[in-house]
């Protein structure tokens, strides 16, 4: 199991600027992709951002030139840093990572979720 938490959400003018943070933990795991989903009122949770083992990065396209996904894997935690937000940016962002984990010597691949964090831009 691994377990994720998210920190970082609050409520920012329009134009303003915030930085989630997603601290993973639990028993021995490894993880490959990290990534920021998000999830507004009405709406289906859609993929901000991830980026991978090797640093390869991925954003949405409303979100490119705004936002900064980076990990610290000595850490094992993945940012999120959010300038120029706009009110449509409003959703409650969670983390997710591709892991494999190892229990009694047997190593399995999933996807883990964080509980989420809000996210509420002002106009």
């Known amino acids: 199991q691994v377990q994720l938490v998210e920190s970082g959400g609050g409520l920012v003018q329009s134009g303003g600027s915030l930085r989630l943070s997603c601290a993973a933990s639990?028993?021995?795991?490894?993880?490959?992709?990290m990534g920021w989903y998000r999830q507004a009122p009405g709406k289906q949770r859609e993929l901000v951002a991830d980026?991978?083992?090797?640093?390869?990065?991925n954003y949405a396209d409303s979100v490119k030139g705004r936002f900064t996904i980076a990990r610290d894997n000595a850490k094992n935690m993945v940012y999120l840093q959010m300038n120029s937000l706009k009110p449509e940016d409003t959703a409650v962002y969670y983390c997710?990572?591709?892991?494999?984990?190892?229990?009694?010597?047997?190593?399995?691949?999933?996807?883990?979720w964080g509980q989420g964090t809000q996210v509420t831009v002002s106009s």
């Open positions: 639990g028993s021995t795991f490894l993880i490959r992709t």
């Open positions: 980026i991978g083992s090797g640093g390869t990065t």
């Open positions: 997710n990572v591709d892991a494999f984990t190892v229990v009694f010597g047997s190593s399995r691949r999933n996807n883990y």
